[in-house]
């Protein structure tokens, strides 16, 4: 079974998207911040992230950076699910090792069709 972690402060947009995600027949995990994210990350890579980009103690930019720079954290989809609408923002984050964005609020047809994109589903 493939697995997401879902990276993000607020506890809703986690269970929703647990919700959406699990249709998929995905293991979900959830992380409510960055730091938690990398550690979990560490303990067992994922296939797919969603990650909000304002959170607290460490935002989904840096999670990404530090991503990216350990053992395997090239392999994982990264999607950055957001509020955040500034095109330099966006393009920093995939510039960064995103691999796609979406904004909030999503819907499961949204989720689907990007990891249908990505080749997850």
Known sequence: ?????????????????????????????????????????????????????NMPVMDGYDFLLNLRKIPNGDKPNVIFCTTENDINKIS??????????????FDSGIIKTKFEQSGLI
Request: hydrophobic content about 45%; charged content about 30%.
């Open 1 to 53: 079974m493939k697995k997401c972690l879902v990276v993000d402060d607020s506890s809703v947009i986690r269970k929703v998207a647990r919700r959406i995600i699990e249709t998929f027949e995905f293991e979900v995990d959830e992380a409510e911040n960055g730091a938690i994210g990398i550690e979990k990350c560490q303990a067992t890579m994922p296939d797919v992230i969603l990650l909000d980009w």
């Open 92 to 105: 920093q984050a995939m510039n960064a090792g995103a691999n796609d964005y979406i904004m909030k609020p």
